[in-house]
């Protein structure tokens, strides 16, 4: 089990505060919980081997190597029945294991996701998480347990929801495309790489060669490009081709021609240039000639 919460086991002492209505007390090395007054009036009996406080007020507890939770009053609300919780303060939902299946749980540990798939991620900001079904293979899911694509893919990246657009990074048979929030694959699987994801645009690989395309699978150059680097300039990318370099934005124009021996990004928006004589220029992210610094230089 994960948590941002410590576990009581790090915590030396037989009472502990829990909240405004309990403590927990530890006797021979088992934990019951009683309420929070100078009497210690018992709520449960020792019992529990482990336990963990989360911050809206569930308590998960151990008992025989089962994870079940009460509230924060001490009621049980799930018997220990999970092997295993998982959960970052941030997440909207608990990640429970039962019988070897993951499924995840509410705030208030109502079961809004069956414990059915063999292995799923942490939903992501925008409410995706990718699961995987017996054969191994991924699909995309919802915050409230909609799959909104069966399991097909041998690879999902659910964390790749670029600038907020949600496309998701698919793989079948080694070749990549992307997913777009409803299901649909807007770039096919065919693909060595899909990579450097801009607003409207990104570049897929075939045979060592890349290509811009646009979101929606229309080819804005062929694949002349050998290589590529990342820019903070986020409008386009460092480009390759027969050798020489230049940048080019998400149209496929080039802003800094394509003809220099190297290029590289001092700062945002700012690039030197080294051409053919060994001469060091500088660009903005308009293609302007601009001075540099000569420590820069």
Known sequence: ??????????????????????????????????????????????????????FHGLIAVQFDGQWGFLNEQGREVVEPRYEAIEFESADPLIRVVREG???????????????????????????????QDESELWGLLRLNGQPICPAQYDHINANSAYDGLNMFLVGRSNLYGLLNEQGAEVIPCMYDDCTGFRNNAILVQRDDHWAIVTLNHQFITDFDFTNWNDTQVKTGWLLEKAGKWGFVNEK???????????????????????????????????????????ELS
Not at 15 to 40: C, S
Not at 124 to 131: D, M, T
Not at 252 to 280: M, S, W
Request: with cysteine; aromatic share 12%.
């Open 1 to 54: 089990m994960t948590t941002d919460n410590t576990t009581n086991d790090e915590i030396d002492g037989q009472v502990q505060p829990i909240n405004k209505f309990l403590v927990a007390v530890r006797i021979r090395d088992q934990w019951g919980f009683a309420l929070n007054n100078e009497n210690y009036d018992p709520v449960w009996p020792p019992m529990y081997d482990s336990f963990v406080v989360f």
């Open 101 to 131: 299946k993951v499924g995840f749980i509410n705030r208030r540990a109502d079961e809004v996701i069956t414990c059915q798939y063999a292995a799923c991620t942490e939903f992501n900001e925008s409410g995706f998480a990718a699961y």
């Open 252 to 294: 496929g124009e080039e802003i800094i021609p394509i003809q220099y021996e190297a290029i590289h990004e001092l700062a945002e928006g700012v690039f030197a240039v080294l051409d053919t004589n060994g001469l060091v220029s500088g660009f903005d992210a308009g293609g302007n000639l601009r001075t540099l610094l000569p």
